[in-house]
């Protein structure tokens, strides 16, 4: 098979690739170069750099295989007029996300921005109270592999972990589920709610100003799976309002946030550019999926990860 990839791969892991499959031809080219796609069977591809044109000159081409978890950039109606699959890492970045989310609940509880503050003027402010995770109540939207992580990471601190999903139908390691159906009910029972919901039409804005308004003032809000879930006009009132203590975000509804925006200078809105899923690991577990992938592929069974881009997931 032909092989392209749109991305750096290093050179250790070229090396090992054509150890593991000695009859493919690789390519490696830049994100916006892209070698003679007439060619080509399979795109391997951070998914953004896919475009109608690009599928329709790939007129071979029988996989794309997307190192990210979101495939909702790409052009799901030609890719499904010509029955070419979409697979994606889905999985990896349970780890490094579960961690973004303790950290940022950890720093909460702690007062960790507060002390730095105080550090810098010099203040020896040891009277501000400090309070624990322990029994403090987690709702997670999105019981898959990142939710789940994050709600094992909880447990270990002696949290209470909630879970929502589309039935909600029960999940380890979740105390009890809830349909998503529910989400403003459940909100109320948040100290902590962390959303990991992917981009679909069914969680596009599912946060409205109602459900801020359901969470106790003292809660907060950690945003790690898509921006969309949330529109920004919501985000901004709800943090002039200080409706909760908190907003921690590493998704926005726009990508980067104009500089002009009012949250970057909230004193109750953390920002961060889209970075839970960073990890020093982060190709190394990609390439593991995508070798089960190439034999799946060759073997004409189910791939890993296959995507139902009807469903976007």
């Known amino acids: 098979m032909n092989i392209l990839f749109t991305l750096d791969v290093p050179k250790h892991l070229q090396t090992l690739q054509a150890e593991k499959?000695?009859?493919?031809?690789?390519?490696?080219?830049?994100?916006?170069?892209?070698?003679?796609?007439?060619?080509?069977?399979?795109?391997?591809?951070?998914?953004?750099?896919?475009?109608?044109?690009?599928?329709?000159?790939?007129k071979n081409l029988k996989l794309i295989m997307v190192f990210s978890a979101g495939v909702d950039s790409l052009p799901r109606e030609v890719i499904q007029e010509r029955n070419i699959k979409v697979a994606n890492v889905r999985g990896i970045h349970a780890i490094p996300m579960g961690e973004y989310a303790l950290s940022f609940m950890l720093a909460h509880v702690k007062k960790a921005a507060f002390f730095y503050k105080m550090q810098n003027e010099k203040n020896w402010a040891s009277e501000e109270p400090i309070t624990e995770l322990a029994g403090k109540t987690l709702v997670v939207a999105g019981t898959g592999a990142i939710g789940a992580k994050v709600a094992t990471f909880a447990k270990a601190f002696d949290m209470e972990v909630i879970g929502i999903n589309t039935t909600g139908h029960p999940e380890e390691p979740f105390k009890e589920t809830y349909p998503m159906t529910d989400i403003e009910k459940v909100a109320s029972l948040a100290d902590f709610f962390v959303s990991v919901l992917p981009h679909t039409e069914q969680t596009t804005g599912i946060y409205p100003m109602s459900f801020f308004e359901q969470m106790k003032n003292n809660a907060a809000f950690i945003n790690i799976g898509r921006g969309s879930a949330v529109e920004l006009s919501v985000l901004e009132e709800a943090s002039k309002q200080q409706l909760i203590a908190h907003f921690y975000l590493d998704v926005l509804p726009e990508e980067p946030l104009d500089k002009s925006n009012y949250l970057w200078q909230a004193n109750n809105v953390t920002i961060t550019p889209h970075v839970s899923g960073h990890s020093d690991k982060y190709l190394d577990r990609s390439f593991e999926i995508w070798f089960e992938n190439i034999i799946h592929l060759k073997e004409n069974t189910k791939l890993r990860n296959e995507i139902d881009l009807s469903r976007g997931y």
């Open 21 to 58: 499959f000695p009859d493919d031809t690789f390519y490696y080219e830049s994100k916006n170069h892209f070698a003679n796609l007439a060619e080509v069977d399979v795109i391997v591809t951070y998914g953004s750099n896919i475009t109608e044109e690009k599928i329709k000159q790939a």
